[in-house]
């Protein structure tokens, strides 16, 4: 059972809506701390992943202290997902408006102006569960792409949905999705998905790039909708400074082309590379280690000091799965 499943059990989720949420954050990360007890490979897979990416650059007190973080990030995570998905809507926009700063909107605003729609690419990172609604409740029309792994959850969701005037565009095998994304976009919507689905990336052979160390293959799927949408494509990320904090980061296409000195090969290469340096910069923000250490690609450092030729490009300046 994944740490997902266990937590969304019927018994968890009834006793966290039982016991209010104060109490249900100390539940959850005590749960968590149970799996990764019983789940030692799972547990040793994230580590080990941290110190791949951070042995070389950190002390190893220090990135045993990072793996830690990392660890409590990733079930932080959940309880935000429950506190989405089984808060009152009156209670998350109070909770929303008190607790999150977004002063780059207006970037929001002049992407929308162009009549293509927005592609808002984010990843798994911060409270990226809140993204979504603080948009529908600030009156933006959004679609969300999501993966449901309950059906509790599923219809949880929906009703949500419903009730916010956000549209649920469901994520399977099927290519009509990314027909239904681009559908969507062209009625001038906002389109949220996500960027670090690494095993579902479907990467091209000929673009490449380091993520985080390895060599792989540019995902080719926000390159094709932005291709064949028109739309523009920015990130935003919801940044977790506590949870009674957070700072929505938005960054367009000319922002992104900055961050990396001006080289970027494609928009998706340059997503990801934005992406990366956030990860650099705020590694226990991020839940998609274990996914990482299973990534394939391999390490390439002639192809790493091509690329570091723009030092942005490789390191920071400062080293909707539901």
């Not at 079930?75 to 429950?82: P, Q, T, V």
Request: one cysteine or more.
């Amino acid at each position: 059972m994944k740490l997902s499943s266990f937590l969304q059990m019927k018994p968890n989720v009834f006793i966290c809506e039982k016991l209010g949420w104060r109490v249900a954050l100390f539940y959850i990360m005590m749960l968590g701390k149970l799996y990764f007890f019983l789940k030692e490979e799972e547990k040793r897979k994230i580590i080990e992943a941290v110190e791949y990416v951070f042995g070389n650059m950190k002390e190893k007190q220090e990135v045993q202290e990072l793996s830690r973080k990392v660890l409590k990030g990733i079930i932080a995570h959940y309880y935000e997902k429950f506190y989405n998905a089984y808060e009152d809507t009156s209670g998350l926009s109070s909770f929303m408006e008190k607790s999150i700063e977004a002063p780059s909107l207006d970037k929001l605003d002049r992407a929308l102006s162009g009549g293509k729609g927005v592609l808002f690419v984010t990843g798994h990172y911060g409270g990226i569960e809140y993204i979504p609604i603080y948009l529908a409740l600030k009156g933006y029309s959004v679609s969300v792409v999501m993966k449901f792994a309950t059906q509790q959850l599923r219809e949880t969701s929906y009703a949500r949905a419903d009730a916010l005037g956000l549209r649920v565009v469901e994520a399977n095998q099927n290519s009509r999705v990314l027909l239904t994304v681009v559908r969507e976009l062209k009625k001038n919507r906002i389109v949220f998905i996500e960027c670090d689905e690494i095993d579902e990336w479907k990467p091209s052979r000929k673009e490449k790039i380091s993520f985080l160390g390895k060599i792989v293959g540019v995902d080719r799927t926000i390159n094709l909708i932005h291709k064949r949408s028109g739309a523009e494509v920015i990130l935003g990320l919801l940044h977790r400074h506590s949870f009674k904090r957070y700072a929505l980061m938005i960054e367009d296409y000319n922002d992104m082309l900055k961050r990396l000195g001006g080289r970027a090969s494609s928009v998706g290469q340059a997503i990801i590379k934005c992406f990366e340096q956030y990860v650099y910069e705020g590694p226990e923000q991020w839940y998609q280690w274990k996914k990482y250490a299973g990534l394939g690609g391999v390490q390439d450092p002639a192809f790493l000091h091509e690329e570091n030729k723009s030092p942005s490009l490789l390191r920071p300046a400062c080293v909707a799965r539901a």
